[in-house]
Nanobody
Framework: QVQLVESGGGWVQAGGSLRLSCVAS????????MGWFRQAPSLEREFVAA????????YYADSVKGRFTISRDNAKNMVYLQMNSLKPEDTAVYYC?????????????????WGQGTQVTVSS
């Protein structure tokens, strides 16, 4: 069973950047499509970005397209989310997720494993 741990969250002013990391243990990350989701207080968890097992295909929510970049390093069992031009509405807990089938999805129920999340706070 894969365990996922996120890191890299924190506080940043609007317009700033953060890079989130997700490390996998207990399994080979290259076997999984990976996604990033986020959840703000009182809101439902929403899709942010996804990447296929090879890294050849990526998908983004419209709200982050052009600002966020998902990438992976299967040799290091790592997935990243580079977040630029951050806005206050990006404030949320960010979760890393792994799916053992498919090429990446915006649907949370298609992911089998989840991390505990890392808080991102963007001030105006």
């Amino acid at each position: 069973q894969v365990q996922l741990v996120e890191s890299g969250g924190g506080w940043v002013q609007a317009g700033g950047s953060l890079r989130l990391s997700c490390v996998a243990s207990g399994g080979l990350l290259r076997r999984y499509a990976m996604g990033w989701f986020r959840q703000a207080p009182s809101l439902e968890r929403e899709f942010v970005a996804a990447i296929s097992w090879s890294g050849g295909a990526t998908y983004y929510a419209d709200s982050v397209k052009g600002r966020f970049t998902i990438s992976r390093d299967n040799a290091k069992n790592m997935v990243y989310l580079q977040m630029n031009s951050l806005k206050p509405e990006d404030t949320a807990v960010y979760y890393c997720a792994a799916a053992d089938y498919g090429s990446g999805s915006a649907v949370a129920s298609r992911y089998n494993y989840w991390g505990q999340g890392t808080q991102v706070t963007v001030s105006s």
